[in-house]
């Protein structure tokens, strides 16, 4: 009976912990919202196409039978994230190269190329590894500066991307884009102002992070604010009580209708 517990718990898999609830369950919510966006939303589907239903009815049989719906799981490895690769990663696999024979582990890696991107809110040109359908996004959105604005983090993927994006917005929330045109400022700004309707000044402030560079960020926040032990707190509360009592003492009133003081509230050993 032992052993077949045991086996059983060998073979159930556990679900793994939320590491955001584990690690980062004192962040605040702007970067729990951008978390959330970059690892948890279901991104667009690159390497396959989904089918258009859950369900198929077979025209001769009538007989009806689920779809399945399996996104590939991609692999995203360091290098990705010092290029914008729209989206695509590393397909691990097997191939059959021969017929007789078995098949064998294959890497399915995107055709990268070295590019030149233009971000009119930077007013900066970058050297930056991209893929074809990175080119193509540009294209269909427009302009560098749509495609990285207008892209939620977890088609994105790239740190390079977020940074680029965090970077952008904060940019057009400070409007310190252009400092000697002024006629361009406000024309960038009235072309990218809407993006910012979805964002607050604190999302801006945490977007882009990764979870060990929003730790580091929060702690040197605690450290800055030095913790004040809470009797002191209650020290100077009380001293401040005292103070006003002694500046504006109150009139005499009648035994029956004297109000309370803010100690004897608390007293238990009073007669109130």
């Not at 994105?156 to 965090?166: F, P, W």
């Not at 006629?183 to 945490?206: A, F, G, R």
Request: overall charge positive; proline content about 8%; glycine content about 2%.
């Amino acid at each position: 009976m032992t052993s077949r517990v045991s086996l059983a718990v060998r073979l159930y898999k556990f679900p793994k912990p939320n590491i955001l609830e584990t690690h980062g369950e004192h962040l605040p919510d702007s970067y729990k919202k951008f978390y959330k966006e970059w690892k948890f939303s279901q991104p667009q589907p690159v390497h396959y196409i989904p089918p258009p239903a859950k369900w198929y009815r077979n025209p001769d049989t009538g007989e009806v039978t689920p779809l399945q719906n399996n996104p590939i799981p991609l692999k995203f490895p360091p290098e990705s994230h010092q290029g914008i690769w729209g989206g695509e990663a590393v397909i691990k696999g097997f191939q059959k190269r021969q017929r007789l024979k078995q098949r064998v582990p294959h890497f399915w890696v995107p055709h990268l190329i070295q590019s030149v991107v233009y971000s009119e809110i930077l007013n900066k040109r970058m050297s930056v590894t991209v893929t074809l359908r990175t080119l193509d996004l540009i294209v269909e959105n427009y302009g560098f500066d749509h495609y990285i604005l207008k892209t939620k983090a977890c088609d994105l993927q790239s740190s390079l991307a977020l940074k680029l994006k965090q970077k952008m917005l904060y940019s057009l929330l400070k409007m310190d884009m252009y400092p000697d045109d002024p006629i361009k400022k406000n024309e960038v700004y009235n072309k990218y102002k809407h993006y910012l309707e979805e964002y607050t000044e604190e999302d801006i402030e945490w977007y882009g992070l990764t979870l060990s560079e929003a730790l580091m960020k929060y702690q040197e926040k605690i450290d800055k604010e030095p913790i004040v032990p809470f009797k002191i707190k209650l020290r100077k509360e009380y001293l401040a009580h005292l103070l006003e009592e002694k500046s504006n003492p109150e009139q005499e009133l009648p035994s029956d209708k004297k109000e309370r003081s803010w100690m004897t509230k608390w007293n238990p050993f009073s007669k109130n």
